[in-house]
């Protein structure tokens, strides 16, 4: 079973993405670029050089539903007619064209947000939605944990993989422990647990650091050979990653709670404090991170957390 990457510009800050091509029967495709010219420009030539078009795909799978990720999914099945889109059931929230403002607010609210702020990263996520079309429900296939994508010569065992988003899958080939990852695992940067409803209750927060460090430690039982993820280079040396993550989330952690004082701090305050130059985008992932790893901390009995109206407060034990 072949496994062809192919690199694809996008308009992010992240840079380009990585799409993987299963050059085998049934014809696959794990993620898509996003949304525009030059990445479905790339996109052609990549699949083209591999000796395939868009029109040969079959399957049209999606690590998790972000717009460098799933951009282009819709365009895909439909210049390739009878091709179906797979994606963990997880993904609503973070659905293509369908986030869930009223959800992300009281989020956002809750985390200590102030409302000039808010309305800001609602007109940033607008911009970033034009990146990729929306779906239905009833157009996706669930991806199972555990279940198998088959192919002529071999399987892909889907691995679900929660944490950078609730439903990220990573897809492990067993014969050579070979893995894509998505966003889970990147090369030069620890990927961002980002701020998500809890997909079994929509009112909480989804516990992302917590699920992501179980993620990582799951992926590290396959003792994975090599991991394709969805920015940069290959990575031959998880266990060396897998170490490195972990140190830097536990550095994080330690510097988190390091700034709370005695009167208690938002997510969002931890988050200026954390990170004071930030632009729009920015500012949203990074009270992502500060509410990740307060939310870790406090389930781990190491901060105290309670509510004064609707925002939550974290303080010293
Ligand atoms: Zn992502
Ligand atoms: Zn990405």
């Not at 399957?59 to 179906?84: F, M, N, P, Y």
């Not at 701090?265 to 988050?271: D, K, M, P």
């Not at 930030?278 to 781990?300: I, K, N």
């Amino acid at each position: 079973m072949r496994i062809i990457p192919i690199s694809l510009p996008t308009p992010f800050y992240i840079g380009p993405v990585n799409v993987y091509l299963i050059a085998e029967d049934p014809i696959t495709i794990i993620d898509t670029g996003p949304k525009t010219k030059d990445a479905i420009n790339a996109l052609r030539d990549g699949l083209r050089a591999a000796g395939f078009r868009g029109s040969d795909l079959r399957r049209i799978v999606l690590t998790h539903a972000h717009e460098d990720h799933c951009g282009l999914a819709r365009s895909l099945r439909d210049e390739a007619k009878d091709a179906e889109v797979f994606v963990h059931e997880w993904e609503t929230g973070h659905r293509v064209g369908r986030l869930e403002y009223a959800e992300h607010r009281q989020l956002l609210v809750r985390a200590g947000v102030p409302d000039d702020e808010i309305e800001g990263m609602r007109r940033m996520y607008e911009g970033v939605r034009m990146y990729a079309d929306s779906f239905d429900d009833h157009e996706y296939n669930p991806l199972w944990d555990n279940a198998e994508l088959e192919f002529a010569t071999g399987t892909l065992r889907i691995v679900h993989t929660p944490g950078h988003t609730p439903g990220s899958c990573s897809f492990v080939r067993e014969a050579d422990r070979t893995i894509i990852a998505g966003d889970c695992v990147l090369k030069r940067v620890t990927p961002n647990p980002v701020l998500s409803p809890d997909p079994l209750d929509s009112s909480k927060r989804f516990p992302s650091l917590a699920e992501y460090l179980v993620s990582l430690a799951r992926l590290r039982s396959f003792a994975p050979t090599l991991v394709h993820g969805g920015h940069g280079d290959v990575v031959h040396d998880y266990e060396e990653l897998f170490h490195r993550y972990v140190r830097a989330i536990h550095e994080r952690q330690s510097q988190v709670i390091g700034l709370l004082s005695n009167q208690g701090a938002s997510a969002w305050e931890i988050s200026r404090l954390m990170f004071p130059q930030t632009d729009d985008v920015h500012r949203f992932l990074a009270v992502s991170e500060a509410a990740a790893h307060l939310d870790l901390a406090h389930s781990e009995g190491k901060i105290a957390l309670e509510l004064a109206g609707e925002r939550e407060i974290y303080r010293p034990n």
